[in-house]
């Protein structure tokens, strides 16, 4: 158990067996919950991608392929919670010289200039919370996307007696438009029928001695023949359009109708809670390990981290030292070493206000 919770959290071996256990079981709870969530999230994806497509190939394929995307999100927002090796609360910000007074349109004008600067999305932005907001936004679609095809699962019965109603409204739908498809075509061969009955009237006295009134008998027959073929055919077509459309919706589902559906049955607030518990209780442990001194793995991690940097910048520093002073003996001794930063190379406190010069215009040149 301990290599899966050190394996799915990117825990560091080395420090894991440094902390007690009432903190490692803390750090399984939390992996323990999000691998439930991760059997849901692997259910509801399935079936999500069923009842989009209505084939099970696709469905296994896709629901795979969605299931590995929402489970990684998770995992990520997961594994991005902890502590950063720029947050280090040993160093202490340095005291500002003081300086002159910034007038009213100043003070406006260089808040201003704040609100827009670009600053990483840490829990330091301009924004307060905003990196949380970001966060809540993306594991609420994620929980949306698990909780309807839960909801409908578990509804299996009522979302297939609203699925056939919604076929049979559909077969019904498109039965009426063949019959008025059906019927311009017979209107028209039955309004040619009566022209021509009504022309024959005309002749009626002398029908057999003119050979326009024969004519038109022979059309007459020809139009009747053709309004009974055009009906036999009619109903051959219908048949055969009306079997494929079926063959069509057969396993059709209906998502937006069935989620309107199991937006108002109890079990779909029963899922609810579970999937906002599995998904949000996890972060909130990581939350709880990162924040209290109690707990040491977040601590431990940081001063490791940070060890390791600064040997590495030590390291550096020695090597360009000596590069400089081989090539550049002369000059090595009045390089000046940095002074801005208090933890360089962390660069997060400084140590004075650094003068802001103002550019050069061509007037004063």
């Known amino acids: 158990m ?35 969530l991760s059997a849901l999230c692997l259910l509801a994806s399935f079936v999500f991608i069923y009842m989009i497509t209505s084939t099970t190939i696709v469905s296994v394929i896709g629901g795979l392929i969605l299931a590995f995307i929402l489970i990684s999100m998770i995992r990520f927002s997961l594994l991005s919670m902890r502590k950063s090796v720029f947050d280090n609360p040993n160093i202490q910000e340095v005291a500002e010289p003081a300086s002159k007074p910034l007038g ?29 907001l970001i966060r809540v936004f993306f594991m609420s679609v994620i929980t ?26 559909l077969v019904e739908s ?36 003119n050979s326009l009134g024969q004519k038109l008998k022979e059309t007459l ?8 073929a055009h009906l036999q055919q009619e109903e051959i077509n219908q048949s055969n359009a009306l079997a494929q459309y079926q063959k ?15 937006y108002s049955t109890a079990s779909f607030w029963m899922i609810v809670a579970l999937v906002c518990y599995l998904l949000f209780y996890p972060h909130f442990l990581i939350a709880i390990l990162n924040k209290f001194k109690i707990y040491h793995y977040a601590n431990l991690a940081i001063e490791k ?41 962390y660069k997060t406190v400084m140590n004075h206000v650094p003068v802001v010069r103002n550019p050069i215009k061509n007037l004063d040149i």
């Open 221 to 228: 027959i020809q139009t009747k023949a053709a309004y009974a």
């Open 305 to 345: 981290y940070r060890k390791s940097i600064d040997e590495d910048y030590l390291a550096l520093n020695q090597y360009s030292d000596r590069i400089i002073k081989k090539r550049y003996p002369n000059l090595f001794g009045s390089i000046q070493k940095n002074d801005l930063w208090a933890d360089y190379p």
């Open 104 to 132: 009213f349109f100043q003070k406006i004008k260089l808040k201003i200039k704040n609100l827009f600067s670009f600053k990483p999305i840490t829990s330091n932005s301009p924004i307060p919370g905003l990196a949380m």
């Open 2 to 36: 301990d290599e899966f919770v050190i394996a799915v959290l990117g825990l560091e071996e080395s420090l894991w067996i440094q902390i007690n256990a009432a903190e490692q079981r803390k750090y399984s709870i939390a992996v323990f919950l999000f691998a439930i």
């Open 248 to 262: 069509q919706i057969a396993n059709s589902y209906y998502p937006v109708l069935s989620f309107n559906y199991v």
């Open 174 to 209: 498109f039965q009426e438009q063949q019959k008025l498809q059906s019927t311009k075509e017979g209107e028209r061969l039955l309004l040619q029928i009566d022209q021509l009955n009504n022309q024959i009237k005309n002749y009626k006295g002398y029908y057999y001695e």
């Open 144 to 169: 949306t996307l698990i909780i309807f095809p839960l909801a409908c699962l578990i509804n299996y019965s009522s979302i297939q007696q609203i699925t056939i109603q919604k076929r049979v409204a």
